[in-house]
């Protein structure tokens, strides 16, 4: 009994941390960007305050739009919840992670994009459209450039399970530090900023039409699914931090289910993201957009750094 | 003993991620940026090898290569484009993807000897040898794909700082008079470069090297 | 004693700081040169017999090998000396020039044979790489000599592509180096050529064929080998001539000589001479396809030469890459006569471009009678170029090619025959257009331009007919020492 209990707290636990913290994570992005700027900034809670104005206003639906636009929603943010299952927040481990496999997450998360791409196009509107497939392109290119650092890792980890991973990790702390992880954090970084959307590929905050990339597909949603594709892609950004964070440096995860610990692996946590969003912020902030047809070029140092990674893992 | 294979694989890591980042940029500035960054651990890695192989001449290594490529080097060509005025930007024979491709086979090349060669070796570290043949090739791969004269000489400044990591890791450390003769050279051959550079710009007005049509037979 | 032949034109490039007069300059610049020679030949007795003379601390040796290209550079850098004074003295009449620069042309002159004479005596392979890079620094001005946008786009790229260039060839020394390292010498006498030789049986193959392919290339470059000559019609048709002269006529040299250096301890190491061999034979052969080709359709006749240049490089290297011990005479014989007769051809280009102020070939039209005594000598220097008998080149070909047929390499040796021929025909047809045929208008007044520089040619071309004729029984027994090297 106890332990299908501690179980389920654990489970609770890890993915309520992450969901119910994301917002707050791009709201201190936003913050600290906006004080980097010399501007004030909106408070550290204003996400979640949108999110719940959200929540409460009337859906609206365009009439040439189809089922897909009422579901996509809820399968976007479906989807990139149940991912959040899978990663290591506080603890090492997971009841679920026997079948918490990388591509398993990484799969989940393109579901999600695929329908966000879909919901674009379903309102026929010009916009949608045009956010979509360059959401697409985007996503051709920085998907086979995530798939490749995150094989590097797992395959000095020898395994693509996250549990082995992170196990794997804490066992031989010496084989982080390896030149091929560097890379492969390096490209993850930059692979982060490009599927989410951030500045240099695409400007979070931006409504002119002719940049938008993000903001063109939601464009058409309203209420309760603009306050839950909202919240999935701050949870989105968060699971990226996550990877980034945990996989790259596993200190600070607990093994025990204790208050204590818990307490200390929070602090931890919060630690880690902080940092990751302070780096996001610094760079959004230092380097201006990019064009659209330069992105190929920016992704693809990612794509070569990643590439790096595996071929020194692979060799040494 | 164990730290400085770590260390320095580490620090020709980032000095192969500096060279990445500089061949995919197409500000000019930014390029010396990174050279600067490309000589800085480069300095840092002869000292970790001074400090940990206790080769006390390589401190002299270490200053010379942070007064003169980290800071000399970039400042002299800082005022270089200051006064020439070029655009600031780099033209490509080679777009940055297919750079980025090239030097990414380089790597793979380099890889690929160093293990051939991996069995009567012992290096301080053999990732860090590849890493240093790599960026000789990828060096060189610059000089002969851009087109603007003041990048083919980041190239080949690249191309020896490589060298000099190579020599470092491999050797320890070589004659302090060899050491001395090879920079001399390095230094001159920069200078002369300088002189017609600037010399180019007056009769041409540009440093497009590309746009030099040489004779035909 | 070695520390003086090379410290000799060091001084003479210091004189010409202090020295104003032109005169003076040259008059202190060609004895130092003078003395020069007569200390290379002296050299060359000590050696003769198998000697080898080697300095202390290993910075300087000279043994067979180094003697002979060093006397080939003292006595083609008198010569250019020589030239040079009377064809500056043309060119500031016509105020191609301006005084100030001839203080500059010597100056670097003078760098550039110190340089060269370092890199012919250094024991230590990285000062002779530290030299052959400062040669190259040297004469990247003396290219850029008259500030036009051709010499600046031909000194742009003489410098980086040879530096570049070098700088692969010192990857392959530093390689070299560690295979030492590896193999357990000690690091005092680990560079030192002399050591290495001895041990060199020791010495990883793996690592050493690595190194010894990006020394190859590296001065290779410099060389002027297919593929890597991009650099040299343009740099060696825009100098001045006596720089033409040196460039073609011994610069390569020097280069090849650093491939040597490193071919006889890749041999030892390798246990054969296959693997460099080939190396030499396929670049060997693609220069001199490549250069035949352009040769006969060349316009302009200094660009004729610098390829001409290339394709006697490679058919150097070809007589070395055979490896019978005839060929190998033959390359090392060519070594001279293709300075000789390249350094003479240069001169006579030289005095053409002063009287017709054109370097393409189809404005210099009837020779005869504008410069008769030029134009005979420029018959006979093409005569002795493309390989007539009784010309020593003539010899030196043939010995290469029995060489390669007698080694089995048909193929190579029919392919370059064809190649020479090639040559021989573009060669006939440009000389032909040249020397004969009514003057171009409007005509140039006629008569030589420099009666100094008409003796020099001649003197060479007796040497040239000497050394055809006979070979001095010193020179025979250094090439067999040379061979005992090699070999």
Known sequence: MNEILSSILIILLQAGILILGAPLARGFIRTLKARLQNRKGPPLFQSYFDLIKLFQKESVASHNSSFIFQIAPWIIFGATASSALFLPVIFRFSPLWFSADIILIVYLLALATFFMALSGLDAGSAFGGMGSSREMMIYSLSEPAAILSIFAVAYSAGSTNIANIVEYFFANPSALFTVGNIFAFLALFIITLAENKRVPVDNPATHLELTMVHEAMILEYSGRQLALIEWASALKLTIFFVLLANIFFPAGLIGALSLGGILFALVVFALKIGILAAMVALVEGSIAKLRLFRLPDFIMIAFALAFIALISGFFM | MTILPILINVLSGLMLVSVILLISRRGLYTCINFFALHSALLALVILAVAVGMSEPHLYIGFISTLVLKVIIVPAALYWMIKEIKIKREVDFYINTTMSLLAAVLMVVFSFYLVQNISDHVSAISETALAFAFAMILIGFFMVISRTQAVTQMLGFLIMENSLFLLITMTTFGIPLFIEAGISFDVVVALLIMGIFLFRINQTFAHINVSELRGDRE | ?487
């Open chain 3, 1 to 487: 004693m070695l520390s003086i032949i090379i410290l000799i034109p060091l001084f003479s490039a210091a004189a010409t700081l202090f020295l104003k007069q032109k005169r003076n300059i040259e008059i202190f610049g060609i004895a130092a040169q003078a003395v020069i020679v007569v200390l290379s030949f002296f050299i060359i007795s000590q050696i003769a017999g198998g000697g080898m003379i080697l300095s202390r601390d290993q910075w300087l040796m000279a043994d067979a090998l180094s003697a002979y290209i060093a006397a080939i550079v003292s006595v083609i850098g008198l010569t250019a000396l020589i030239y040079s004074s009377g064809y500056l003295n043309e060119e500031l009449k016509i105020n191609a020039i301006f005084p100030k620069q001839v203080k500059r042309y010597y100056a670097f002159v003078h760098l550039f044979i110190f340089a060269m004479l370092l890199a012919l005596f250094s024991d230590n392979l990285a000062l002779m790489w530290i030299a052959i890079e400062g040669t190259t620094l040297a004469t990247a001005f003396l290219i850029n000599f008259y500030n036009n946008q051709k010499t600046l786009e031909a000194a742009w790229k003489y410098l980086i592509i040879c530096t570049i260039g070098i700088s692969i060839a010192l990857l392959g020394t530093v390689l070299t180096y560690y295979a030492a390292l590896q193999s357990g010498a000690s690091a005092s006498d680990v560079l030192a050529w002399s050591s290495l030789v001895a041990f060199a049986s020791q010495l990883n193959p793996d690592l050493l064929k690595i190194a010894f392919i990006f020394v190859f290339v590296g001065y290779g470059t410099k060389v002027g080998l297919a593929p890597f000559h991009t650099w040299l019609p343009d740099a060696h048709s825009r100098a001045p001539s006596p720089i033409s002269a040196l460039l073609s006529g011994v610069l390569l040299n020097v280069a090849l000589y650093g491939i040597l250096r490193f071919k006889v301890i890749t041999d030892a190491a390798l246990g054969g001479h296959e693997f460099s061999n080939t190396l030499f034979m396929i670049f060997g052969v693609v220069s001199v396809v490549m250069a035949s080709l352009i040769i006969l359709v060349a316009k302009k006749y200094k660009r004729l030469l610098a390829y001409s240049s290339i394709e006697h490089m490679g058919l150097i290297a070809l007589g070395i890459g055979f490896g019978t011990p005839l060929s190998m005479l033959g390359s090392l014989w060519h070594f001279m006569n293709h300075a000789l007769a390249k350094s003479t051809l240069f001169f006579i280009s030289g005095n053409i471009l002063l009287k017709y102020h054109t370097g393409s070939i189809g404005k210099v039209r009837g020779m005869i009678k504008v410069i008769p005594a030029s134009a005979v000598l420029f018959l006979i220097g093409i005569a002795v170029i493309v390989g007539l008998p009784p010309f020593a080149p003539f010899f030196s070909k043939f010995f290469i090619l029995s060489g390669g047929f007698s080694s089995g390499n048909i193929f190579a040796s029919v392919v370059v025959l064809l190649a020479l021929t090639v040559a021989f025909a573009g060669f006939f047809i440009h000389a032909n257009r040249m020397v004969f045929g009514e003057p171009s208008s409007p005509e140039p007044e006629k008569g030589e331009a420099s009666k100094i520089a008409l003796g020099l040619i001649a003197f060479n071309i007796l040497l040239i007919l000497a050394m055809g004729v006979f070979l001095p029984a010193i020179l025979s027994d250094l090439m067999k020492q040379i061979m005992n090297i090699m070999l």
